[in-house]
Each structure stands twice: as C-alpha cells, then as structure tokens.
C-alpha cells in the first residue's frame, strides 16, 4: 500500500455555496475559504507533503460577476501579504502556475514578491494555479515546441513525454499523487490535466470553508489504502 502521496493538489471548491446557505454573499465564503487555506497549508507541512498546488482562479473564472472577479484579486493579494511571514516561518517556497502576465499588476507584483522571497526556503513547495486553464497549457507547449521545431531546435523525431514536460507552467512539478476536490462536485475542471494521470481522486461533500485538518487526514488515511498500479497487476506489485 502507498504511504504518504508526495504531491497533493486540491480543487477548493463551495466557497459561493457556502455562504449562501448562510444568507451572506459569495465573498464571504471566499473569505472563509481564504482561512481555510492557511489551516490546511499549515497541516500538509506537519504531514511533510513535499508539494501542495491549489486550484485558487481558473482561466474560466473571468466569467464571474466583476464585483466577484475583484474581491477574489484582492483577497489574494491581502492573503499573500498577510501570510508572507508564516509562509517564511514554515520553510515553504511558494510558487505559482498559470498565464500570469494577465494577471492584474498588483497581484503580478505581490506574487513575485513573495514567489522570490521564498525561492530559496527548502520546506514544501507551494505552488497556487491562477489564470490556470490545462487545456490552454498543453497548447501553449505544443505551440513553443513548434517553434523549436520550426526552427530546427528540436528534431519532430525527438518530441516525447519530457518535451512535452519539459514546455508545460508545471514543469518544476512531479506527478499528483493525490487530488482532493471539495463540495460533492466530481470532476476535474481543467485542472493539472497532464500532471493527473495516475492520480488518485478523492472526492468529499465537504465545502471549502468547512475543511478541516482532520478531513485532510481522512484524505491522506484513504491514499494509503489504494493500490496504486499504473497499469500493472496487484501480482506484479508485490513480487
Ligand atoms: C470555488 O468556490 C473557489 C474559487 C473559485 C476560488 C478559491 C479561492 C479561495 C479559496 C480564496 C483565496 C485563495 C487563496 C490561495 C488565498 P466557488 O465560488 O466555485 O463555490 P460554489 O461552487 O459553491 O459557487
């Protein structure tokens, strides 16, 4: 049986539901979802999961309302300048996926601020998907490869799995091992598609704001029950 997934990736998703059920508006269950991502960030380092990506604004995103649209954008930068001490406090070297020239500049200049700050930390590796679409990634590196292609860079002979790696936002990423998506909702959305080939899914009716650090444990307890075979037999795993 496995032991602990190295690479953890959650698609946080009720935040809108949430507050709703309350009678509050949307934001505020993003708000709520915000704390929740300091709480499980701060659990993954005490489980010691090398690398944790959460799905915080998809490409599809935009399609909110405005309003939604721009207190998501500023509740991320309040979040990266409010946790840049804890994130630095706990060794963990942010990242970030995604088209991010697009992004609003003051969330750009924020996040690079802190992705470089903590570039040389050597705890866990925190990466957030924003402006993240991975259909839209595997375009991206077909186009760059063409390029190289095109230009004699690369020979068409040559293309394999790790070109195709080696072009992608994730590329600095290994496999998920594990995907957590909340709020009952059962699919992908785009997200990580060619890092999730052999990931384990795991699917809870929890919404984001309600996740706890015990329903992360009862994530990682259920992976270490799968059998992971990637393609081959339970025979061939064990001898
Ligand atoms: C999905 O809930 C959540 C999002 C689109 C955004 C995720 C953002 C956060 C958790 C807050 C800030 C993030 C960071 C990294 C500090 P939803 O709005 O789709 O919920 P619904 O499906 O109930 O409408």
Redesign the pocket.
């Known amino acids: 049986m496995n032991t602990q997934p190295k690479h953890v990736a959650i698609i946080?998703?009720?935040?809108?539901?949430?507050a709703?059920k309350l009678g509050k508006k949307?934001v505020v269950?993003?708000s709520r979802?915000?704390k929740?991502?300091r709480e499980i960030v701060e659990e993954a380092v005490r489980h010691q999961i090398e690398y944790l990506t959460?799905?915080?604004?998809?490409k599809e995103?935009w399609n909110r309302p405005k309003d939604e649209v721009n207190i998501?954008m500023k509740?991320?930068v309040s979040?990266l300048k409010k946790e840049f001490r804890r994130l630095t406090e706990n060794n963990i070297k942010l990242c970030a996926v995604g088209d991010l020239n697009t992004l609003p500049e003051l969330v750009k200049e924020e996040l690079l601020f802190v992705i470089e700050k903590t570039k040389n930390n050597s705890g866990m590796v925190l990466t957030?998907a924003l402006n993240y679409g991975g259909k839209e990634e595997i375009v991206a590196a077909v186009k760059a490869i063409s390029i190289k292609v095109k230009n004699s860079i690369i020979s068409p002979e040559k293309v394999d799995e790790s070109t195709i790696n080696e072009h992608l936002y994730t590329r600095n990423l290994p496999p998920v091992d594990l995907l957590i998506r909340t709020?009952g909702?059962e699919r992908i959305s785009n997200f990580l598609l060619w890092h999730i080939a052999y990931a384990e899914l795991y699917f809870t009716k929890t919404?984001?704001p309600d996740f706890t650090k015990e329903d992360l444990q009862k994530a990682l307890l259920n992976y270490g029950k799968r059998e992971r075979r990637f393609g081959k037999t339970s025979e061939q795993l064990t001898f």
């Open positions: 946080m998703d009720g935040n809108g539901r949430w709703q949307r269950g993003h979802g915000a929740t991502v959460l799905f915080a604004f998809s995103n998501l509740l991320l979040s957030l709020s909702e919404l984001w």
